[in-house]
């Protein structure tokens, strides 16, 4: 199975690009709380970093530099980054915190941190 596809609505965030589109090489969804979540508000995006010059050059580390150029200069070609998902009753968690969803989707509009993030793709365990 191939990446999944990402949509992100966070633009306050330094990976952010237009289009609904992530610069970060990794996305890391994670429990907002540590407990296992029964929605998707329970779950965040830890890789979300405050556009910010001084977050910016912090953030740098996980750039999808290849992903970036290619979008610059071939919309819509965008490398996807990888997904690390640690949120075990997701439906589409596998083993080795793989996403096995076709795309993601990021919501947080106007998010300041990652706690204001949410992986709005999370369905729990089960409940299909």
């Known amino acids: 199975m191939g990446k999944p ?3 992100c609505e966070v633009s306050t965030c330094n990976h952010w690009l237009p289009g ?6 990794n ?6 709380q540590g407990d296992m979540p029964h929605s998707s508000e329970k ?3 830890k890789t979300f970093s405050k ?9 740098l ?3 999808n530099w290849s992903g970036v150029i290619t979008e610059a200069v071939l919309p ?7 997904i690390t998902c640690t949120v075990q009753n997701c439906n589409f968690w596998g083993s080795g915190n793989i996403c096995n969803a076709t795309g993601i989707y990021v919501t947080g509009s106007g998010a300041n941190n990652d706690q ?4 709005h793709t999370f369905v729990q365990r089960g409940s299909r």
């Open 5 to 7: 596809d990402v949509v």
């Open 20 to 25: 609904k589109l992530c610069g970060a090489a």
């Open 27 to 32: 996305i890391d969804i994670l429990n907002e």
């Open 43 to 45: 779950t965040k995006c």
């Open 51 to 59: 556009r910010g010059l001084g977050t910016m050059v912090s953030s």
């Open 61 to 63: 580390d996980n750039v």
């Open 76 to 82: 819509g070609k965008q490398s996807v980054p990888s």
């Open 116 to 119: 204001e993030t949410d992986c």
